[in-house]
């Protein structure tokens, strides 16, 4: 009996946590739900790359801060391809009932943010993202 009353105890509170369609609660509420699918499906490659960017130094020209730079940047761009082909396509298609969709790079770069990505190898994202966004 005690099993009958908690599970439309916790559908109740599932539908109450839920904002207001096309809300910017729901929005935000919506994209970070995708946005803990991609951590859960890509953690230690996100992991990795915040190891790497984490301690770069674009001042230092040796040749092993040059290879950290190199390997950084290719698990950028393959993490950020992921990113561009599974999760922006995902939800697009959740928001586009709303309206206009955000971009594709504003998306990876909020992810990134929220993951606790420094500022500067955010706004590298950005900047190589916006490249991206012009061709899609």
Do not use: Y
């Amino acid at each position: 009996m005690k099993i009958l009353i908690v599970i439309p105890a916790l559908f109740l509170v599932a539908c109450v946590t839920q904002p207001k369609p096309c809300t910017a609660e729901w929005v935000d509420w919506k994209t970070q739900r995708f946005f803990d699918e991609f951590f859960r499906d890509h953690r230690e490659d996100v992991v990795e790359l915040r190891g790497l960017t984490a301690n770069l130094n674009t001042q230092d020209k040796t040749l092993g801060n040059i290879a950290v730079m190199a390997s950084a940047a290719g698990k950028a761009v393959s993490l950020g391809s992921d990113f561009l082909n599974d999760t922006v396509p995902a939800i697009n298609s959740a928001i586009s009932q709303c309206g206009t969709a955000p971009k594709a790079t504003q998306l990876f770069a909020s992810f990134l943010r929220r993951e606790g990505f420094d500022e500067r190898s955010v706004k590298a994202i950005e900047d190589l993202g916006a490249i991206i966004d012009r061709n899609t």
